[in-house]
T-cell receptor
Framework: DTEVTQTPKHLVMGMTNKKSLKCEQHMGHRAMYWYKQKAKKPPELMFVYSYEKLSINESVPSRFSPECPNSSLLNLHLHALQPEDSALYLC?????????????FGEGSWLTVV | ELKVEQNPLFLSMQEGKNYTIYCNYSTTSDRLYWYRQDPGKSLESLFVLLSNGAVKQEGRLMASLDTKARLSTLHITAAVHDLSATYFCAVGNYGGSQGNLIFGKGTKLSVKP
């Protein structure tokens, strides 16, 4: 099983809403990632978690708040987003942070902020 | 600052033909990943290249890495329609931990009969 599962697949939220994106993997991976991909653009790294601890925060605005409650789950809490935050949010995982490990991506969550 | 450039950005080719996608990057790195993305879908890992001279092949795709030239190539042999997708290269930020990947803009490949 090389699957990273993301929910919901589609989310429409208002600028005053609070919502969360969820990501789950059961491959025993200890590194998990959030990427953001705008339409027809490459993915951009947002956060990296290693052994449930935040390892990298790529200067992401505080309206995005990641959480890693355990080694299988990764959440992205959303609050007071702007329309320009509309994008595909990709979760990914790898065995750990050692270079060379395959990074597996989920199907993504399409977010629209209205 | 690490920058990654892919070319071409768009590629229309006929079935049966060969072609190469190029990925240049601006600073030292020996960590190069190739991904495929179908429209509306996620990223599928194709190759991971971790040393100078590394070459990997899977089916009609072959990837190579020249760290001295800061260049990776993705060669397509005898293209078929099923290869139509967007191909991204991603380069690891030297000194950073895995996950700190900088992606190229992607090459949208269309294979026509």
């Amino acid at each position: 099983d090389t699957e990273v599962t993301q929910t919901p697949k589609h989310l429409v939220m208002g600028m005053t809403n609070k919502k969360s994106l969820k990501c789950e993997q059961h491959m025993g991976h200890r590194a998990m990632y959030w990427y953001k991909q705008k339409a027809k653009k490459p993915p951009e790294l947002m956060f990296v978690y290693s052994y449930e601890k935040l390892s990298i925060n790529e200067s992401v605005p505080s309206r995005f708040s990641p959480e890693c409650p355990n080694s299988s789950l990764l959440n992205l809490h959303l609050h007071a987003l702007q329309p320009e935050d509309s994008a595909l949010y990709l979760c990914a995982s790898s065995q750990d942070l050692k270079w060379g490990n395959t990074i597996y991506f989920g199907e993504g969550s399409w977010l629209t902020v209205v | 600052e690490l920058k990654v450039e892919q070319n071409p950005l768009f590629l229309s080719m006929q079935e049966g033909k060969n072609y190469t996608i190029y990925c240049n990057y601006s600073t030292t790195s020996d960590r190069l990943y190739w991904y495929r993305q179908d429209p509306g879908k996620s990223l599928e890992s194709l190759f991971v290249l971790l040393s100078n001279g590394a070459v990997k092949q899977e089916g009609r795709l072959m990837a190579s890495l020249d760290t001295k030239a800061r260049l990776s190539t993705l060669h397509i042999t005898a293209a078929v329609h099923d290869l139509s997708a967007t191909y991204f290269c991603a380069v690891g930020n030297y000194g950073g931990s895995q996950g700190n990947l900088i992606f190229g803009k992607g090459t949208k490949l269309s294979v026509k009969p």
